[in-house]
Structures are given as structure tokens and as C-alpha cells.
């Protein structure tokens, strides 16, 4: 099936660090995907993971993959006001497609 | 090297009238897609091309919407007529390899309403 979900919205402090839950429902995703959209902007992928890892860490970003429980999470470490947007996350199907779930709006407030 | 380029960014129009978006993907980026993304959901795919030929367009409501892509570079999307509900922004996305492991790029999108 395809069907990811996603908390709709998460408000955090700046500097603080943020944490964005998804589950999705293909076990067989290769990769799993972070998509970040700002106001008025298409998509931009933030980061990725292919479904054989378990962590994987990019300068502030850290993505955790529970294959098990079908769980990904992203982290993002000291959140400044410029990573307010909504985060996306999206599994592959069939190895092309994506199935994106509704998206998190994230606000992070002085 | 230039981005996903999508026009309009924005069009009105009435229902049961036609439009067309156009697409132009990452200069040798053989796959190419549309998705539709309503207000306050993920974006959903409309259809796929590897070069000039389909992948799937098993999303695509082909009673209304169609899409080409000429010589294998860019994309229309095309809705006759268009209904309330078509109201979205319609994201074009390309990719240089397929599958597209490690993701692929989109555009900045073009936003419809139906009035």
C-alpha cells in the first residue's frame, strides 16, 4: 500500500532541536526520502536514505530509519528560523514513484 | 546548472475552461514527472516519461487531463475542461537516472485555481 503519515504540525525554539516523525506502509521502499517546501517554492529534497541503513547524518540533518516499524525520523540539530517550512516525507515505490505524505508544517519562534 | 523551469507560475480560470502548463527539466535529465499537489497534502503523481514515452499514468484522469512530451525535453500538462476540484499546484520534477535513487529535482511549480 501506499500511505505515509505525518504529525501536521510541530512548533519548536530557536536553537533548540526539532524532530519530524513519519510512518510509511511499503517494505519494500528502497529509499526514503526528506523533502523540505518553503512559501510559494516547489520541493527540495533535504536528504535521503536508502532502506539498508539505519542512520544517516548530514551537517545539522540526522535521518532515522526503524525498518521494522516502518518509522523514519528526521532531526535537525540547533533549528534556526530559516528551516521553518513545511518537511515532507516520502517513500519510493516501485523504485520511481513517490508517495509523499501530507506534510509537517514546522514554525520555529524566537 | 539551471533548475526545473515551470510556466505560468499562476493562472485563473473558469471551470470548464482549458489551460496548459509547460515544463523544461534539468538540461539531460531523461525522466520527467507531473504531480499534483492539493492544499495541505503531499504532492501526488500524474504521470511519468522516460524520454518521450510513458512509465505510468495510472494517476492521471485521462478523461480531462493529457500530457506530452515532444523529442524527449519538454513537458506539457494540459486540463479540457477543468473542474473546481483541479484547483493545485502542479509540480514538474526530472531526474537523471532511473530509478532515481537519489531523488529527483522539481520546479517551482505552477498554481491553478478554478473558479
Known amino acids: 500500500g501506499e500511505d505515509v503519515e505525518q504529525s501536521l504540525f510541530l512548533s519548536v525554539r530557536e536553537g533548540d532541536s526539532s524532530v519530524i516523525n513519519c510512518t510509511y506502509t511499503?517494505?519494500?521502499?528502497?529509499?526514503l526520502y526528506w523533502y523540505k517546501q518553503e512559501p510559494g517554492a516547489g520541493l527540495q529534497l533535504l536528504t535521503y536514505?536508502?532502506?539498508?541503513?539505519d542512520m544517516k547524518q548530514d551537517q545539522r540533518l540526522t535521518v532515522l530509519l526503524n525498518k521494522k516499524d516502518k518509522h523514519l525520523s528526521l532531526r535537525i540539530a540547533d533549528t534556526q528560523t530559516g528551516d521553518s517550512a513545511i518537511y515532507f516525507c516520502?517513500?519510493?515505490?516501485?523504485?520511481?514513484?513517490?508517495?509523499f505524505g501530507a506534510g509537517t508544517t514546522v514554525t520555529v519562534r524566537a | 546548472e539551471a533548475g526545473v523551469a515551470q510556466s505560468p507560475r499562476y493562472k485563473i480560470i473558469e471551470k470548464r475552461q482549458s489551460v496548459a502548463f509547460w515544463c523544461n527539466p534539468i538540461?539531460?535529465?531523461?525522466?520527467l514527472y507531473w504531480y499534483q499537489q492539493i492544499l495541505g497534502q503531499g504532492p501526488k503523481l500524474l504521470i511519468q516519461?522516460?524520454?518521450?514515452?510513458?512509465?505510468?499514468d495510472s494517476q492521471l484522469p485521462k478523461d480531462r487531463f493529457s500530457a506530452e512530451r515532444l523529442k524527449g525535453v519538454d513537458s506539457t500538462l494540459k486540463i479540457q475542461p477543468a473542474k473546481l476540484e483541479d484547483s493545485a499546484v502542479y509540480l514538474c520534477a526530472s531526474s537523471l537516472v532511473f530509478p532515481p535513487g537519489h531523488g529527483y529535482t522539481f520546479g517551482s511549480g505552477t498554481r491553478l485555481t478554478v473558479v
Open positions: 536514505i536508502f532502506s539498508n541503513m
Open positions: 516519461f522516460q524520454n518521450n514515452g510513458v512509465v505510468d
Open positions: 538540461s539531460g535529465h531523461a525522466t
Open positions: 511499503d517494505s519494500s521502499s528502497t529509499y
Open positions: 516520502a517513500e519510493s515505490i516501485n523504485d520511481y514513484k513517490l508517495s
